[in-house]
């Protein structure tokens, strides 16, 4: 009995394309998850903290207190990695891994207007998200704003994929 060669045995085993196009990853962004956000320790180890976000000029980008582990671990190296995944059955996983460089940005007009996508995505405080004007945010978050940096994430690669794709079929 002979032995498949390994290229034959990947052929064997090619499975349908589930990497999102990069409309589908835009897609997949504009929900309104959080993702979890690795930033790299002192110690070299992962720091891995959940996060709310949103997308700005199509990068992802949050905002955290400037004294966070994960601002801290960014200012010493700018290297993050996100990962945003969805579903509750093999069939229905959906997610992505982003890795690339963060932009750290302290001018607290920005940080503000990142309090508002925020607050237009989720539930901060009161009934829910919704939209605030400039006089609202900045009576809500203005005083918190000085205390934090956003973070905006230049990609460098993107793993995607999306299970829905295979049609029920492995």
Do not use: C
């Not at 390994?6 to 993702?35: C, G, H, K, N």
């Not at 460089?101 to 998200?129: H, N, Q, W």
């Not at 000085?146 to 973070?151: D, F, I, L, R, S």
């Amino acid at each position: 009995m002979s032995v498949p060669a390994l290229v034959d045995y990947f052929r064997l085993m090619a499975r349908t394309d589930i990497t999102m196009t990069p409309d589908e990853v835009q897609e997949f962004l504009a929900q309104p998850q959080s993702i979890q956000v690795a930033t790299l320790g002192h110690d070299g180890f992962p720091h891995l903290a959940p996060m709310w976000f949103a997308v700005i000029e199509g990068k992802v980008a949050f905002r955290s207190f400037t004294k966070s582990q994960k601002i801290v671990n960014l200012k010493r190296d700018p290297r993050i990695t996100l990962l945003a995944e969805t579903g509750d059955a093999y069939a229905e996983l959906q997610g992505l891994i982003i890795k690339g460089t963060a932009t750290l940005i302290a001018d607290p007009e920005f940080v503000l207007t990142m309090y508002g996508k925020l607050a237009a995505r989720y539930a901060f405080s009161g009934e829910g998200p919704g939209e605030m004007d400039a006089e609202q945010l900045e009576k809500t978050y203005g005083r918190f704003a000085p205390k934090n940096t956003a973070v905006v994430v230049e990609p460098v690669k993107v793993i995607s994929w999306d299970h829905r794709k295979l049609g029920g079929k492995y």
